[in-house]
């Protein structure tokens, strides 16, 4: 059964840094979904993208953040200069076509310094 | 505005017992769905079972079962026959019209053997 995988699994770096987190989405998914999850606290939603631009995102994405999906298959967050309080895990999502189960990948744990 | 909430921080069970994680919601969407997804401590989001707003019948996959009552609002998640790998956080979450999970602050369950 295909998977969403995301890429790194774990990342660190410097306050200020720019950092780009991957997923490759289930092939035939069109609808994307970015979610964030700080340490012990509840998942929340980033932003969704649907046909190469954003159909809706919430008041934690602010010009910090972008995605993009650069050759059809990956679908990347950026974070173009990172603080303390963006570590948390970042999940990728998405759901079948004509479904609403959304389907995670493993989440990229990032933990800004 | 769209709410999950779940009561229970915290939940034990006896190996092989059932229990049931609380959940209500607040929509004012005619139309919604309701899921729940398991967070081992290893991090990733599992998917467990859906249920629609206009379902009739209430959802069941495997040993999960989801308790909805529409008129209460509330989407109860039932584990029968509990297992030592069923521990871990249970979070709720709510789609409504325009796609994105809204989730609760999660229940953790122990089994105790």
């Known amino acids: 059964e295909p998977e969403v995988t995301q890429t790194p699994s774990h990342q660190v770096t410097q306050m200020g840094q720019e950092v780009i987190l991957r997923c490759v989405p289930i092939?035939?998914?069109?609808?994307f979904y970015w979610y964030r999850q700080i340490l012990g606290q509840k998942v929340e939603f980033l932003v969704s993208f649907y046909n190469n631009e954003i159909s809706e995102k919430s008041e934690i994405f602010d010009d910090q953040f972008s995605v993009e999906r650069p050759d059809g298959s990956n679908f990347t967050l950026k974070i173009r200069s990172t603080k303390l309080e963006d570590s948390a895990m970042y999940f990728c999502?998405?759901?079948?076509?004509?479904?609403?189960?959304?389907?995670f990948g493993p989440g990229t744990r990032l933990l800004v310094l | 505005a769209q709410k999950i909430t779940q009561t229970q921080p915290g939940m034990f069970v006896q190996e092989k017992e059932a229990v049931t994680l609380d959940c209500t919601y607040d929509?004012?969407?005619?139309?919604?769905?309701l899921f729940w997804y398991k967070q081992p401590s290893s991090g990733e989001m599992i998917f467990l079972i859906y249920?629609?707003?206009?379902?009739?019948q209430n959802a069941t996959e495997g040993r999960y079962s989801l308790n909805f009552q529409k008129a209460r609002k509330s989407a109860n998640l039932v584990i029968s026959a509990s297992q030592l790998g069923d521990s871990a956080m249970y979070f709720c979450?709510?789609?409504?019209?325009?796609?994105?999970?809204?989730f609760g602050k999660g229940t953790k369950l122990s089994v105790k053997p």
């Open positions: 249920q629609g707003s206009y379902d009739q």
């Open positions: 979450a709510i789609i409504p019209s325009q796609g994105n999970l809204i």
């Open positions: 092939s035939n998914h069109l609808y």
């Open positions: 929509t004012s969407d005619p139309s919604y769905g």
């Open positions: 999502a998405s759901p079948p076509p004509g479904k609403e189960t959304q389907y």
